[in-house]
């Protein structure tokens, strides 16, 4: 019923670009807080970025200045524009999809199923 599909990985150079996009099969898109999260080999899963209803991001610390998330309510879409990769970016990205009411989730959340990023010379 709902799902969240990831596309847009693949193999960079360090220093390149890409952009991982998220199609949301949500009634209520708009609604949801949106985010992406990584998981690199032998580590846990950490969140990258987020951008809220509001359309308030957030990111990690270590790709502040390279990634911009955003989001496209009409065509339900999410998206993480990454700039200028390193190899520790290498991980699988998922899509997250939650609603927040007074900073508490609420509801039902979804996970896509990941793409895999490889940034290597």
């Known amino acids: 019923q709902v799902q969240l599909v990831e596309s847009g990985g693949g193999l960079a150079q360090p220093g390149g670009s890409l952009r991982l996009s998220c199609a949301a099969s949500l009634i209520t898109f708009s609604n949801y807080e949106m985010s992406w999260y990584r998981q690199a080999p032998g580590t846990e899963r950490e969140l990258v970025a987020a951008?809220?209803?509001?359309?308030?991001?957030t990111y990690v610390d270590s790709v502040k200045g390279r990634f911009t998330i955003s989001r496209d309510n009409v065509k339900k879409m999410a998206y993480l524009q990454m700039n200028s990769l390193k190899p520790e970016d290498t991980a699988v990205y998922y899509c997250?999809?939650?609603?927040?009411?007074?900073?508490?989730?609420?509801?039902?959340?979804?996970w896509g199923k990941g793409t895999l990023v490889t940034v290597s010379s």
């Open positions: 997250y999809a939650r609603i927040l009411m007074g900073g508490i989730k609420y509801g039902m959340d979804f």
């Open positions: 951008i809220s209803s509001a359309h308030v991001t």
